[in-house]
T-cell receptor, first 113, second 113 residues
Framework: GENVEQHPSTLSVQEGDSAVIKCTYSDSASNYFPWYKQELGKRPQLIIDIRSNVGEKKDQRIAVTLNKTAKHFSLHITETQPEDSAVYFCAASLTGGGNKLTFGTGTQLKVEL | KAGVTQTPRYLIKTRGQQVTLSCSPISGHRSVSWYQQTPGQGLQFLFEYFSETQRNKGNFPGRFSGRQFSNSRSEMNVSTLELGDSALYLC????????????FGPGTRLTVT
């Protein structure tokens, strides 16, 4: 089945710096890649997603890039703020797999003042 | 629109007992997926229901089961509870049949003693 690896497991940045989280997936049939943010004690929140027919997508300070050849995708957060501190999860969904998501192991992002 | 809701929010059970968790999706969403979240295993897919039919199943024992009703509300049941079943159980709903944006509920925190 699908396997998603996520790095790094923890990331500490200064406020205003950029943060990059990378994920690699195993099955080339994967076609949908969402990113979730989970604050402590809260539900995972969908922050951005990308589909396999698109190479890059941006939403204000957040962007996601997809490299289908290398089977990896990345989350980029610019001008980080303290409220960006949370655990971020990447996920992948296989074509024909309905809405089944395989998640990465998460990245704890800490934005320091 | 109201978000995804789950009941109960917290549950304490004893080994060997069974438990039923409930999930009400966003109005109009016909797909409901269930995930188990633990510190050690992360977010793992349990199963997905769409129009009252189970479409996908993760790698969990048969003690884990679910169903979906005609109004798209879903329940999951865990029988013969084990200590290792202690986890946050999250459901997510999607309006799309596949590769759809999934929105999570707040989860049910199950503790097995």
């Amino acid at each position: 089945g699908e396997n998603v690896e996520q790095h790094p497991s923890t990331l500490s940045v200064q406020e205003g710096d950029s943060a990059v989280i990378k994920c690699t997936y195993s099955d080339s049939a994967s076609n949908y890649f969402p990113w979730y943010k989970q604050e402590l004690g809260k539900r995972p929140q969908l922050i951005i997603d990308i589909r396999s027919n698109v190479g890059e997508k941006k939403d204000q300070r957040i962007a996601v890039t997809l490299n289908k050849t290398a089977k990896h995708f990345s989350l980029h957060i610019t001008e980080t703020q303290p409220e960006d501190s949370a655990v971020y999860f990447c996920a992948a969904s296989l074509t024909g797999g309905g809405n089944k998501l395989t998640f990465g192991t998460g990245t704890q992002l800490k934005v320091e003042l | 629109k109201a978000g995804v809701t789950q009941t109960p929010r917290y549950l304490i059970k004893t080994r060997g007992q069974q438990v039923t968790l409930s999930c009400s999706p966003i109005s109009g969403h016909r797909s409901v997926s269930w995930y188990q979240q633990t510190p050690g295993q992360g977010l793992q897919f349990l199963f997905e229901y769409f129009s009252e039919t189970q479409r996908n199943k993760g790698n969990f024992p048969g003690r884990f089961s679910g169903r979906q009703f005609s109004n798209s509300r879903s329940e999951m049941n865990v029988s013969t509870l084990e200590l290792g079943d202690s986890a946050l159980y999250l459901c997510a709903s999607s309006i799309q049949g596949a590769d759809g944006e999934q929105y999570f509920g707040p989860g049910t925190r199950l503790t097995v003693t």
